[in-house]
């Protein structure tokens, strides 16, 4: 199924994009955006697949209109200079870490696809791609903002409650949804449930955005109260930190707003849903995951089969029961952090905890990274000692963390550059005086420090609207809860 949307809408988005078929893209886009199962395959096809040739396409737009000036360089100098300057900062590292002095690759069963050459070509091609995909969003919002960005945020809400509901479906009947949909990786943990997505931070992570949506803009209080029980249960089953913290970001501007409004009912909504998440996820926490054991031994609802889900870690020391009671010892000390591990890189999980490991002991990588699609090759023997176990001596992937990915790959002074251009179209957001929007520009900042997939192409749609459009750009009503609200049906009502 998923390489025939794949496919499908590889052919489909830009026809529908030059015939101006708008209304279709706007739930098209969401769901190759934010529900993994349409757009990430097996490597290396997932670098081949729909958003990420729409993104280049994108991008290769965005410089002809540079080019043919359709786009102001004069009156963007600052945003442009900077743009530059990271893309020459790049092309170096590049040529540098990539063809001249290649990292040395120690592990020889590394495929060629995961070596320097074309894993920095991949890499580059992947954020050249997140920012032309963020320009075609503009593109096609641009002509009727308000309008546009309606169509588009219904998809998102509509699609990500789906990945909601498929949370809570794999939990309830055992099967492994994206593996069902896409032949890709098993979870990791059994107990962690992801739904449509491809690992349960992840999710978490999306979902915490669409509670800022179902509290802000949904109408309906029947509907919005649903919807967050719904958010709520879908977090608690990711069992993941992230959605947590993110809605303790989201906390401070839901209660302030509805203080100024005297919406002490919307108040009490937002406070039993916070209330209801971070006690779920307390007491799966405190009693070792009890609330998601009493469901753990089921019957496959569609296979009408019996499972007991355990995690990875528990399986292998099953396996070695019948060894001896060295390997069992071996085993077990393995699973047991040692002094190779820096204490801080501890706190992260394995692709990021390799990547900040790397930089606390090779301080001097800090400010230029390792150049593009180097993590692998340069992190693989800093793995922690707690991950060797899984992931023997070798990872493929980069840091999940957008910071840590890009921290890595590019280095402390691309990264400076990059929260530049972020931040001058923060001030330029200031300036016309939205605050609901700027809060939203900054929770999209936060997502993609937190988890660097989701969220990158519309951080970069707001930079690029923002920043080209000014002072004239047309606010978001629909961010906007106590002005005229044009979304009539699903939002709130002033």
């Known amino acids: 199924m998923v390489l025939f949307w794949s496919f499908l809408t590889f052919g489909l988005i830009p026809i529908l994009f030059f015939a101006k078929k708008f209304k279709t893209l706007y739930f098209i886009l969401p769901s190759i955006l934010y529900l993994d199962i349409f757009h990430i395959f097996i490597p290396p096809t997932v670098y081949l697949n729909n958003i990420k040739v729409f993104g280049i396409f994108g991008f290769a737009l965005f410089i002809m209109h540079i080019l043919t000036q359709k786009i102001d360089f004069k009156k963007n100098c600052f945003f442009f200079s900077v743009f530059l300057s990271i893309l020459g900062i790049i092309v170096v590292l590049f040529l540098y870490f990539n063809i001249f002095f290649p990292w040395e690759v120690q592990d020889t069963q590394r495929a060629l696809f995961y070596q320097p050459l074309l894993s920095g070509m991949r890499s580059v091609y992947v954020m050249l791609s997140d920012v032309g995909t963020g320009y075609l969003i503009y593109l096609l919002i641009k002509s009727d903002p308000l309008k546009n960005f309606k169509y588009f945020l219904s998809g998102f809400i509509i699609l990500v409650t789906l990945g909601a509901l498929g949370i809570l479906i794999e939990n309830f009947s055992g099967i492994d949804l994206f593996f069902q949909f896409t032949q890709g990786q098993f979870r990791v943990d059994a107990l962690r449930m992801r739904g449509f997505f491809y690992e349960p931070r992840g999710a978490s992570l999306v979902l915490s ?258 920043v080209l459009n000014f002072p004239n750009a047309h606010t978001f009503q629909c961010l906007i809860p106590w002005k005229k609200n044009p979304l009539k049906n699903i939002l709130v009502k002033n």
Not at 257 to 285: A, P
Not at 363 to 389: M, Q, R
Request: aromatic fraction near 18%; proline fraction near 5%; charged fraction near 15%.
């Open 209 to 466: 955005v669409l509670a800022f949506f179902a509290i802000n803009v949904i109408k309906s209080k029947f509907l919005k109260i649903s919807l967050l029980v719904l958010i709520g249960l879908g977090m608690t089953l990711t069992y993941s930190l992230l959605g947590i913290v993110m809605t303790a970001i989201i906390t401070p501007f839901f209660v302030v707003r509805s203080i100024l409004r005297k919406e002490f009912s919307h108040l009490l909504i937002f406070f039993l849903y916070v209330s209801l998440t971070s006690l779920l996820f307390y007491f799966n926490q405190s009693s070792e995951r009890n609330f998601i054991h009493q469901i753990q031994e089921r019957k496959f609802l569609f296979t009408g089969k019996t499972e007991v889900l355990t995690p990875p870690p528990a399986r292998e020391l099953l396996l070695l029961e019948q060894k001896s009671q060295e390997e069992k010892v071996a085993y077990i000390e393995s699973m047991t952090p040692k002094i190779s591990s820096h204490p801080w890189a501890r706190r992260f999980e394995v692709f990021d905890g390799a990547a900040v490991n790397f930089l606390l002991l090779n301080p001097k990588y800090l400010f230029f990274g390792v150049g593009p699609g180097n993590s692998g090759v340069a992190t693989s023997p800093y793995i922690l000692e707690k991950d060797k176990p899984l992931w023997k001596n070798r990872i493929d992937s980069p840091p999940l963390m957008g910071i840590i990915n890009y921290l890595i790959q590019f280095g402390l002074v691309t990264i400076l550059l990059f929260f530049s251009i972020w931040i001058y179209a923060f001030l330029k957001m200031r300036a016309l005086k939205i605050p609901a929007l700027t809060y939203f520009y900054f929770l999209l900042t936060l997502s993609w420090c937190f988890q660097g997939r989701y969220f990158l192409s519309t951080l970069w749609f707001f930079t690029f609207y923002f």
